[in-house]
């Protein structure tokens, strides 16, 4: 029902990996031969268990990190350290405690645009503090801020850098279901608004089902007796649930169940195998 | 609740210092007696029968005969009275050993000072190169261990020769002291600072001058103070004996010139007023180390 993609090797994708591998030990790599696109627009999620190898794939789109062999290009360039092109909104949001809201996003902004004034850049803070619905809390520092507001700001300032291609580790992973729901909403307006291409970590489903036009599932390596099998992409999903679904009536959508018990299913088969 | 325990523990210490100073009077209060004892019934030297070349004598072998002698240890009264006298007229300057209280205390604190700056200027900026560079770090390693360890009081020679001027070394001395705390904390600081903060930064290809005082300074900054206020209790530590060593100048001069002149009550005067400066450097640290620190 849900056939893998084809992963063409060529074509003009916005986002492309191509043999991706990452080893410690060369002879057991953590996940080797990963490939996939993603195009302009277009918003990505990368579901497996913890171990797989999801935050290196992050790390090495952001820049931060590097990949044991393979390439990633974006837009045509072959990624090579971090860049301002990709925003990044970490796991644990990483806000400067000793800078206050308006603070953390404006060293973004300036760090983007060095030539722009004080106003000018204080209009764009404001205008993406506002975009998260932080305004009245502008001028706080972040340890004034609860966890979900905390995470906005994160996402505001990546937001705020206009980059081509946003990544999110995991940024909901902390919150509680409540937090996590609304904010789900947040960003789901905010990129269907902007048209944002996003690359993003999850490990709740439903969330991915929500937010993802395509689901990367990924699997663990495996050390059996029989022998060492690396980790590394074992389907790519689309999403055949219309663009316009909202959270609240996600579950009464036509096909919502059988993507979803594909994808529980696939999680638990895989930990059977292990 | 939490008034209510300082409000006890206020009167606590008031206590405590109360019941301290009546020992105190207790117990030097039965000494004075039994010299006024001795003094009355005439066992202690008297001028009576002496000529004048005698006296002078006497006086020339330290034993200076007219003046009413004390060899107690001062009574708390007395320690009153010696203070109201040194701090009634803390600035007069009569010549090279008699100065006033607050002249004194201006020289140490002038000499920490500028050892202190000096040491800040050195440490803090080569804390942050080695904090940055695992190389560099492991490498000054060895020669910080070795000489962190050195009393800062054994440079004291080698400092008087080299440097030739007995306050130059004296401030050589507090600088060479407070180096060490300073540039491990600096190094520490910088080393430590949370690998999600370095990446933010270079996510949004932070200038590297940038990333310095905007990322790294703040992030270290309260371990660095920490290193600052180590030293800075340090320094005054060793101000004091370095003081005792060089002469001239200085609380430390001025402590043991009066052991010299067996006055008890300035030296008990000093050593108090050594504690109230030092406690008082030390809470300037402390407010500083506040405003830098931040909650998480």
Redesign the interface.
Known sequence: MFAAQPTSKSGNHFLQVQGLSKYYLKTKPIFSDVNFEIDKGEFVCIIGHSGCGKTTILNVL???DTASSGYVFMGGKEVK????E???V?Q?H?L???FTVRQNIS??VQ??WTDWNKEQINQHVEQFVEMVGLSHSIDK???ELSGGMKQRVGIARAFS?QPKMLLLDEPFGALDALTRGTIQDELMGIVRRTQQTVFMITHDVDEAILLADKIILMKNAVDSPSGYKPGGISQIVANPLPAARKRADLHHLQGYYDLRNHIVDFLIGINKTV | MKSSLKYQANLLSLLIFVIFVGIWYVTTASQSGVNQLSASTGVGTSTTGMTAEQIEYQKLMGKDVGSQKSTGFPSPLQMAKAAVHHLSDPFYDNGPNDKGIAIQLGYSLLRVGLGFLLACLVAIPFGFIIGMSPLLFKAFNPFIQILKPISPLAWMPLALYTIKDSSLSGIFVIFICSVWPMLINTAFGVSSV?K??L??A?????SSF?KAF??IL??A?PTILTGMRISMGIAWLVIVAAEMLVGGTGIGYFLWNEWNNLSLTSVIFSVLLIGLVGMLLDTVFAQLQKW?T???
Not at chain 1, 81 to 84: F, N
Request: net charge positive; no cysteine; charged share 20%.
């Open positions: 952001a820049g931060l350290g971090p860049s301002l990709r925003g990044v970490f644990s990483a400067m405690p000793w060293f973004a760090s983007r520092k972040p340890s850098i | 949370k999600e903060w990446n933010v270079s996510t949004l290809e932070v940038r905007l990322v703040p992030a900054a830098v931040y909650v998480e």
